[in-house]
């Protein structure tokens, strides 16, 4: 079977507070719908989400060729330099630290291509940790994609146990208040 024959997905969340990085992950082949989700997006931009091409230094775009989807808008200096410096720069280093690990096959970093949609923490005031955040996050989604984790066991336990995030975290009143009646279908 060919690497990537169908779509991967993947997620990963790093760090704490305005300098984590959240990255969702699309990879896939040239050819297939990826390429035409990839190109659409770069064709189609929308006001204060312009999707670009990650690149390691100007002119040299990391293999497999990245489009970098930004979730916030960019809107301070700071934060504009936090999405279009550090977060690109992490995942450009954390795609490059991918192939070089051996989670996409360098022989055919030319017949794919990722889609990268980033949180950016508009708070964000470290530009270093949300470059080694980004970094990290990068590298762990892109692992996840291609190993198909996590696997239904995780998230059935995870389901069991409760929804949690940076964000919120129900009670446990919350939670049997909330819960639906099932019946196996049969």
Known sequence: MTFASTALIGEAFVGEGANAA?????????????????????ATPSAG???????????????PPTLFVPKAAAGTDLHQRATWGAAQAGLALGVADAVEAGDLPARETGDLLIIAAIWVD????????????????????????????????????????????????PDPGVLARTAPELEALG
Do not use: C, M
């Not at 959240?22 to 770069?42: C, D, F, M, Q, Y």
């Not at 989400?49 to 293999?63: D, E, G, N």
């Not at 470290?126 to 996590?150: E, H, K, S, W």
């Open 49 to 63: 989400h312009v999707p670009f091409v990650t690149v390691l230094r100007p002119s040299v775009p990391v293999q």
């Open 122 to 169: 508009p708070a964000v005031d470290d530009l270093d940790a949300a470059f080694a955040n980004q970094r990290l996050a990068a590298g762990r989604a892109i692992r996840a994609a291609v190993l198909g984790t996590p696997t239904i066991d995780v998230v059935s336990d995870a389901a069991r146990t409760g929804p949690v995030n940076p964000f919120y975290a």
């Open 22 to 42: 959240h990255t969702n992950i699309v990879l896939g082949r040239r050819g297939g719908p990826v390429e035409t989700a990839w190109a659409t997006s770069l």
